[in-house]
Structures are given as structure tokens and as C-alpha cells.
């Protein structure tokens, strides 16, 4: 994104964040790259007696991730935040949070740059990683201008539409799959919302809640009827580098907790700006599975 077309983005997000009493959430990770150490992020995760537990994420997607001002500063914040210090705790390590393009978590986690990849990563064959059990079971959909919410009822109408998909994601594939030749395929979730709300795409693919905060923060935007099918790819994870046993075992201890807890859900309200969390709980999906 062009610098000035970025301030502009900044200031209209943050004003409506403003307008609707909601904590400052205007940034994404343009540039990426960035890291923040735990006690920096605000975070007060473990007391890093058992050292630092690296974690890759990829800040745009409100409220998995996002940056807000936090006591003045910028940070990374979200319900996957909240998980990543919850394990840290768990585990009484540091937290160490590095933002990158979501395309390149599951490599740096498989060079070992991160233990873990907390990103709203979906569970998907060909992901190089262990998943741990999920932690939310996500829905999909489309987010369009407010003037076109009309125009998207069923899959359909999405062929030859520009619509986006979010690079090395689930919903490029479902971008590609469902618009055919106006899938456009981008790297930054933010950037997306910004050009559905300039006009430049007709609609995005993401998951729901993201959705759902998106239209929180700005009202010209809204969610279309259509309905996204994914089959049995909506469920929520942490990635753990392969053959790590001992991490995935702990991180599922962890989410256990969480979930019997049901705090991932509260989690996402903090950060959602709505009532509705979109989909959910992992705790609420596993009840439903079982009944
Ligand atoms: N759930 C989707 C996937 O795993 C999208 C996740 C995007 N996450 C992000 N932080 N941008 O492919």
C-alpha cells in the first residue's frame, strides 16, 4: 500500500474506532518483520524460567491479531494473543511475538525460527506442521461494500467477481475456487478490507468474525448472505513445528484448559467491537459433535 493511501487507512480506522469507544486498532503490519518482545507487548506471560517461547503470527486479521495502542504504544493484541500468553504462562516462559506476511508462518516455523505459529491458522492437509487440537471452530464469509450486500446470495454470483483471498490461505483457495479468474490473491487481510471499502475488490473471503469486526469499525461494509462452504476446514489451531512431541503435548494440555475454561470466546469479544463472536467455541463445537 502507497504511503499516503496507508495514513488514510490509519485515520479512517482509527476514527471509527474512536466514534464506537472501542480501544485503537488502526494498524497492520506493513512491513512486517516486526518483533515484540513479551514484557514489551504488555504481555505479563511466565516469568521466562524455562526461557523464551517464539511465536509467529501475522498481525491483520482483527480479532485472531491486530495492533491497537496499548498505554500509548503500538501492539500486538487478540484472542491469539491472549492464547499465546496464556501458554507462556503455562509453560513460565518468556513470550517473543514476530509479525510476518501469513505466507511465510508455517516456513519460518518449519526453519525453526518460532515454536509456534498462532495466527487463526486452519487446520489443512499440506501445512507443514503439527496441529494441536482446535481451540475454535471458525465460518466463513463474504465481506462486501453495504450498497452491495444484495448482489452475493449464493456461490454463483461470486464467478468472475474480484473478490479476495488472503495469500497462503485458506481463502485463496476459496477465492480461486468460487470467482474463477477474479480471485485476487493478496498478502495483507488489511489491505483487502481497505480495498472492498475503496471499491478496488468487490469482496472479500475470511472468516467470519473477522468479518464481523471489519463492519464494527466501518459501516459502509457488510456481510453477504452467501453462505461459504469449506467442507471440514473450520477448525482453529496451533501450529507446532513437526516432530515436536513435547510442545504439542503441552499445548494441548494448555488448550484443554482454555477450553474447558471457555475463555478463548471472551477472548474474542474483547477484540471483536460486537456481541457476536461469528462461530462457536471449540468447547460448544465439541458438545455439539458428542450429543
Ligand atoms: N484460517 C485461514 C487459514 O488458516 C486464514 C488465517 C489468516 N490468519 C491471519 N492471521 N491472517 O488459512
Given amino acids: 500500500m502507497k504511503n499516503g493511501m496507508w495514513k488514510k487507512a490509519a485515520a479512517l480506522v482509527l ?31 511466565g516469568s521466562g524460567k524455562n526461557g523464551v517461547l517464539k511465536v509467529g503470527l501475522s498481525a491483520d486479521y482483527p480479532p485472531f491479531e491486530l495492533y491497537a495502542e496499548v498505554d500509548g504504544k503500538r ?24 509479525d510476518m506476511s501469513f505466507d511465510g508462518l508455517i516456513g519460518s516455523l ?9 495466527s487463526g491458522m486452519t487446520i489443512m492437509e499440506g501445512r507443514k506442521c503439527e496441529f494441536s487440537d482446535p481451540y475454535y471452530v471458525a465460518e466463513q464469509a463474504l465481506l462486501v461494500k453495504k450498497e452491495n450486500v444484495d448482489k452475493y446470495a449464493e456461490l454463483g454470483d461470486l464467478m468472475g467477481q474480484k473478490i479476495g483471498g488472503q495469500m497462503g490461505a485458506l481463502q485463496a483457495d476459496l477465492a480461486s475456487e468460487y470467482a474463477g479468474d477474479g ?36 459501516p459502509d461494509l457488510a456481510i453477504a448472505s452467501v453462505q461459504i462452504p469449506v467442507d471440514d476446514k473450520n477448525e482453529i489451531a496451533v501450529c507446532i513445528k513437526e516432530g515436536n512431541t513435547e510442545m504439542l503435548e503441552k499445548v494441548n494440555e494448555v488448550i484443554a484448559e482454555v477450553s474447558k475454561k471457555n475463555l478463548y470466546g471472551d477472548w474474542m469479544m474483547e477484540y471483536l467491537g460486537t456481541e457476536d463472536i461469528g462461530a462457536g467455541t471449540t468447547e460448544e463445537a465439541t458438545e455439539e459433535a458428542t450429543k
Fill in 15 to 45: 476514527g471509527a474506532a474512536m466514534v464506537m469507544g472501542l480501544t485503537a486498532c488502526g494498524s497492520s503490519n506493513i512491513g512486517g518483520g516486526t518483533t515484540a518482545a513479551g514484557s514489551e507487548s504488555g504481555s505479563e506471560a
Fill in 75 to 98: 501492539q500486538m493484541v487478540g484472542s491469539d494473543v491472549k492464547l499465546a500468553e496464556y501458554i507462556a504462562d503455562a509453560l513460565d516462559m518468556e513470550l517473543e511475538l514476530t
Fill in 110 to 118: 518449519d526453519e525453526g525460527k518460532f515454536d509456534l505459529v498462532i
Fill in 183 to 218: 480471485a485476487q490473491i493478496v498478502g495483507n487481510v488489511q489491505d483487502m478490507v481497505m480495498m472492498v471499502a475503496e471499491d478496488k475488490l468487490d469482496g472479500l473471503i475470511c472468516e467470519k468474525c473477522v468479518a464481523q469486526s471489519a463492519v464494527a469499525k466501518n
